[in-house]
């Protein structure tokens, strides 16, 4: 009886194992099919523009890519928060007796306005519902878009900043982060 149970169990042990074996190779397997935006953004660099991702899937089609975007959105607006900061710590002209809380929290309320203006350059949906957004913001929009948003909150000290920053202080910052792309990369 106890060599029939060991038997057994050694099957059902093996079976779970080669299960898991199963599994494991098909996540790999999904991962080399996901475009490559999607698999590692820093083969996406370029002197264009800035991008952002996010991924949502939900039961609702229409939720899943409406929280794709809002996410690729929400990770925009972190990079701009970053890009601008890091901007505006190497621009000496621009420098704002340094960077406090306040100023930072300023800028990150901001960057959350500019990024209404991204557009969505690519969609994939994966296999089992995930919706994966990309969106870019090229770098004239950028500061265009954050000076119209800081003369319309009457900020002066925001005002003064993208007044004396460039596209090329924001190329040259994107570059340092990784976190720009050329467009034309990711058209399928």
């Known amino acids: 009886m106890k060599k029939v149970l060991l038997v057994v169990f050694s099957m059902v042990l093996a079976a779970t194992w080669f299960a898991g074996c199963a599994s494991s190779s098909k996540k790999v397997a999904k991962k080399n099919d996901l475009p490559t ?4 953004e820093s083969e996406l660099e370029s002197k264009k523009g800035i991008y952002g991702s996010g991924a949502a899937r939900y039961a609702d089609k229409s939720t899943s890519l409406k929280a794709a975007r809002l996410q690729a959105r929400g990770d925009l607006a972190n990079k701009l928060g970053t890009l601008i900061n890091n901007v505006e710590r190497s621009n000496t002209d621009a420098s704002l007796d340094g960077v ?21 350059k690519n969609l994939y ?36 900043l993208f007044s004396k920053i460039t596209v090329a202080d924001l190329q040259s910052a994107g570059e340092k982060i990784n976190y720009t792309v050329d467009t034309t990369a990711i058209e399928k």
């Open 37 to 40: 935006w999607v698999v590692d």
């Open 100 to 120: 406090d809380s306040s100023y930072q929290q300023e800028l990150e309320a901001e960057a959350k306005q500019v990024v209404a203006g991204a557009v969505q």
């Open 125 to 160: 949906v994966d296999d089992d519902g995930t919706y994966w957004v990309l969106m870019f913001m090229p770098y004239e929009d950028v500061l265009k878009n954050f000076k119209s948003v800081a003369v319309k909150q009457g900020n002066s000290r925001l005002e003064r």
